[in-house]
């Protein structure tokens, strides 16, 4: 069966009215996500779905006529994961924001994927309940998305990543059936673990239509210490010390030299003269503070730099804001190939000095700030896309740091997923045996290959 010459057409009949969009500025504006410099196809049309039954419609027509879809959350993307492909239908699940239930007694709730992280817990934490995956866009980025990203965040040092949080999914397959996944309980081993595999799963293998999450008691008021350091090894020596030393902080971030001269361009932050690096850690247990950020900064002085606990929570969000804003700041000085690599702990140090090296052979800025007490760093390179030879540096740059990752024992990508932007890496990463057990995972879910073509795997 050949492909329809306009799926929107055929779609408008089966979907309510204004679910289908084809104005070429609205597909212009949905058809990337944040990764600037990925390709992105020209999509056929726009879905925005609103129930499963509407999801489920779409992925039937497209399976049918061999359709490719690209399902999007927010689009707060850094890996191309939710770019266009041409002729695809591009299926938004921004407009599903229903919190469907909030069950106080078993600590859990249901809810919708377009739902934005921070809008939810908001709402969970209004019942005294915490969730805790908090991606540094938790103000912008939908549950949908962060499942299908597995998205790390602030305080998975301490709480772990999405994954650890989701009990149950309802997922659309390829074909249109609407599988559930998981269980509410606190336990259940009856068959395969398919809730782990769809999360992270980047659209491949089917839409998540509904979330069931696990939650906790609401954590501690969180106390914030903040050290400032003269060169960035020395921070990175602090880090592997905290972790090393059985401490558990609720957060531990890094501010390099780079993202810290950004962030201070647009505002005054009141960083000491001289610091060049920043370490941000909180606690957020009453009974663990004194010991955990004592311990901080105690390391912190141990290793040259200079600590103090912030006198107050609104010193503490003064400093990790400026922590949430080092990626838009430095997406608003050019073209960025934003980097995601996480290697042990106790080798950070080797991997931002790696960094700084291949920084100065490339010749090309590469801010490296992240999610330093898990060993998980965003080098991010900045560069003019108008020049073609800073471009090509750029890139070159970009592939070594996942090598220089991979070498140092860890991974292209800890949190952000390979989407479009790394898929030519994943064989490197799994090994041959690896990626043929991808294929067929992805062959068995989506055999006419319609779901998000392009993206984790190259080809199968
Ligand atoms: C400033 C900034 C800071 C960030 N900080 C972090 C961070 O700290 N930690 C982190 O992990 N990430 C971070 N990110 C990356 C991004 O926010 C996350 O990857 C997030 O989970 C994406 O959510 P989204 O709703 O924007 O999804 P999108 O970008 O729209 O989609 C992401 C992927 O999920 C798929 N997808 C989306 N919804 C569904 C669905 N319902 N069913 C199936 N597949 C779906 C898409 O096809 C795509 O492959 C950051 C991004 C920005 C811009």
Known sequence: MGVPPDPASGLTALLPEGAVLTDPDVLAAHSRDHASTCPAG????????????????????????????????ARTGLSGGANAVDGAILLSLERMTAILGIDEE????????GVVNADFSRAVA??????PPDPASWEMSTLGGNVATNAGGLCCVKYGVTADWIRGLEVVLADGRV?????????????????????????????????????????????????????????????????????????????DPIGLAEVSRERDYGFPPGTDTVLIAQ????????????????????????????DGPEEGKLFLAA????????????????????????????????????????????????????????????????????????????????????DLGGTITGEHGVGALKANWLERELGPVGLDVHRS?????DPRSILNPGKVLTRF
Do not use: W
């Open 106 to 113: 078993n600590q859990i709730a249901t809810v919708e994927p």
């Open 283 to 310: 606690s957020d247990s009453s009974a663990e503070n004194t010991a955990v950020l004592g311990g901080f900064t105690a390391a912190a002085e141990r290793n040259g730099g200079q600590a103090l606990v912030a």
């Open 323 to 406: 922590r949430r804003s080092v990626g838009l700041v430095l997406e608003k000085r050019g073209a960025m190939l934003s980097d995601d690599v996480c290697v042990p702990r106790t080798r950070l140090r080797e991997l931002v000095a790696g960094v700084g090296e291949l920084s100065r052979k490339f010749d090309v800025r590469i801010a490296c700030t992240g999610h330093a007490g898990d060993g998980n760093m965003h080098p991010a390179i900045v560069f003019d896309a108008a020049d073609p030879d800073e471009t090509r540096r750029a890139n070159e740059a970009f592939e070594a740091v996942m090598a220089l990752g991979l």
């Open 179 to 255: 599988l559930r996944t998981g269980r509410p309980t606190a336990k259940g081993v009856a068959g395969y673990d398919l809730t782990r595999l769809f999360v992270g799963s980047e659209g491949t293998l089917g839409v998540v239509t509904k979330i069931v999450t696990a939650l906790r008691p609401a954590a501690g008021a969180p106390q914030t210490a903040i050290a400032f350091f003269g060169d960035i090894g020395s921070a990175c020596a602090t880090v592997t010390d905290v972790m090393t030393g059985r401490l558990r902080p609720s957060m531990l971030e890094l501010i």
């Open 126 to 131: 209004g019942k005294g309940l915490f969730y």
């Open 42 to 73: 020209v999509p056929a049309c726009l879905v925005r779905a609103r129930t499963t039954e509407q999801v489920s419609a779409v992925l039937r027509y497209a399976h049918e006529h061999r359709i490719p879809v690209v399902p999007q959350g």
């Open 441 to 445: 995972v992805k062959t068995t879910f």
